[in-house]
């Protein structure tokens, strides 16, 4: 038998995938409500809604170490949320995966 986070591994590593694999995942996810495959869409959305965002905001600077910086932020908050629905783990991504879990409530 397997278990819930058996079921929504699929969804949860699609959600990661650039923002059209958190689409696609929303809709994978849309008939099952797949509460881990939840977790991790919300997680994904808000890590895409980070970069589009804050890519925004480090384009006014014009410098090697903001940029830099910005893609080793984003790219550890990637990588965490990937391992983790890899694993079958729920855990947040550091630093805002509490926030995002909040913001996106509404996203099943």
């Known amino acids: 038998m397997e278990t819930?986070?058996?079921?929504?591994?699929?969804?949860?590593i699609v959600a990661y995938l650039t923002i059209i694999g958190t689409i696609i995942a929303y809709f994978m996810n849309n008939d099952t409500k797949n509460p881990f495959a939840s977790f991790h869409i919300r997680q994904a959305l808000g890590i895409h809604i980070t970069y589009f965002l804050l890519g925004i905001l480090v384009s006014w600077f014009d410098s090697w170490w903001v940029s830099s910086a910005f893609y080793v932020f984003i790219a550890v908050l990637w990588g965490c949320g990937l391992v983790m629905a890899i694993q079958g783990n729920r855990?947040?991504?550091?630093?805002?995966?509490?926030?995002?879990?909040?913001?996106?409530?509404?996203?099943?």
Do not use: D, H, M
């Open 91 to 108: 855990t947040e991504v550091p630093v805002l995966g509490p926030k995002f879990q909040q913001w996106f409530s509404t996203v099943n």
């Open 4 to 12: 819930i986070e058996e079921k929504g591994k699929a969804a949860a």
